[in-house]
C-alpha cells in the first residue's frame, strides 16, 4: 500500500504500542491457520473480525479494501496482509485466477483475566515480504501447529507468531526511515532466526553470505553492532526469555529447544550475559531486575 512517512510513522507507533502492551500482560492464541487455495464463494465486505487477521499471498489474484477512503490493495505474491481486531476490511477474489494464500486468525489474551487485548485504534496494512522471512516464518509455524507428531507443535507455532509481529513491527518502521541492509547480512540474518536452535559455524554464515571470514565479521560488526556469535547468542536468549514468560517449559526443555546441551550450560551463558539466572528471570521478568 502506498503511504507517506507519516502514514507509516503512525501504523509503526499502533503495532509497537500493543506490542510494548503484550510483552508483560498477555500470550497469544491462534484461533485458525491454514494454507489452501482459496474457495470462489470467500468473498467478503466490510468485515469486523473481534480477533487479528494475517493473510500471506503464495499466488493468485485478488484485492483487499480497507481504511477510510476504501483504499483497493491489489494482491501480490509475497504481500502480507495485517488487520487488528475491529478494523473493517473486504476481500475481493479473482475466480479465473484464486488465490493461494496463509489465513490465520488469533487474540492477544490478558494473563490475568483472559480477555482479549483492546485495540483502541483499529488498524490494517499491507507490506511485501521482499527478503521472504515471513514466508518462511509462516511456513514454518504451519508446519509446527499442524504436525500431530511434535508434542509442542502449538506452542512452538504462538513462538513463531510471536517473532512474526516484531518482524512485522521492523518492517514498519523501516518503511518510514529507509535502511540499505547488504542483502548477504540479510539473508545470514534470516537463517540464524530460522535455525535458533543450532548453534551455527561461523563457515556456514559465511558460506551463505559468500564472503571471507574477516570481511564478514567486519560488515557484520558494523551493520548490527556485534559480532556474528554474540549476536546469535543474543537472539537466542531473547527467544528463551519469551519462552520463559509465555510458557511453561521448564529450564531444561528450553535448554533442549534452543540447542543447548544440558540445562546447566543454558543457565550458565544466561547468567554470564544477563548477570541473573533464568530462574530469577522467569520469576520476576525484566523489568524488576534492572
Known amino acids: 500500500m502506498s503511504k507517506s512517512n507519516s502514514d507509516y510513522k503512525n501504523l509503526s507507533r499502533l503495532l509497537n504500542n500493543m506490542l510494548d502492551e503484550y510483552i508483560n500482560d498477555y500470550h ?37 479494501n480497507y481504511g477510510l477512503d476504501n483504499y483497493r490493495d491489489i494482491m501480490e505474491t509475497g504481500k502480507i496482509y495485517f488487520f487488528s481486531t475491529g478494523y473493517c476490511h473486504s476481500r475481493t477474489l479473482n475466480k479465473q485466477d484464486l488465490p493461494h494464500m496463509i489465513l490465520m486468525r488469533f487474540n492477544m489474551i490478558n494473563n490475568n483475566t483472559n480477555e482479549p487485548i483492546e485495540v483502541k485504534e483499529p488498524f490494517g496494512f499491507s507490506i511485501p515480504d521482499n527478503h521472504s522471512i515471513l514466508h518462511n516464518y509462516l511456513t514454518a509455524l504451519i508446519n509446527n501447529y499442524h504436525n500431530p507428531n511434535k508434542s509442542y507443535g502449538k506452542k512452538i507455532a504462538m513462538s513463531i507468531l510471536e517473532q512474526i509481529l516484531y518482524e512485522l513491527a521492523e518492517n514498519v518502521m523501516s518503511l ?102 533464568p530462574s530469577l528471570y522467569r520469576l520476576h521478568g525484566k523489568n524488576k531486575l534492572i
Open 176 to 277: 518510514q526511515t529507509p535502511r540499505n541492509i547488504d542483502k548477504r547480512l540479510r539473508k545470514t540474518v534470516e537463517y540464524i532466526q530460522l535455525n535458533i536452535h543450532r548453534h551455527i559455524p561461523l563457515d556456514e554464515l559465511c558460506h551463505i553470505a559468500g564472503l571471507s571470514k574477516n570481511y564478514f565479521r567486519k560488515l557484520f560488526k558494523a551493520e548490527y553492532g556485534l559480532y556474528p556469535k554474540t549476536y546469535m547468542i543474543n537472539m537466542r536468549l531473547e527467544q528463551a526469555e519469551r519462552l520463559l514468560m509465555k510458557t511453561e517449559y521448564t529450564i531444561k526443555e528450553i535448554s533442549q529447544l534452543l540447542g543447548y546441551s544440558d540445562p546447566y550450560s543454558f543457565s550458565k551463558q544466561y547468567k554470564e550475559k544477563r548477570g541473573y539466572p
Open 28 to 64: 497469544i492464541q491462534i484461533n485458525a491457520c491454514n494454507d489452501f487455495r482459496l474457495p470462489i464463494d470467500w468473498d467478503f465486505k466490510n468485515r469486523v473480525n473481534p480477533d487479528f487477521h494475517l493473510a500471506y499471498v503464495r499466488r493468485g489474484l485478488g484485492s483487499y
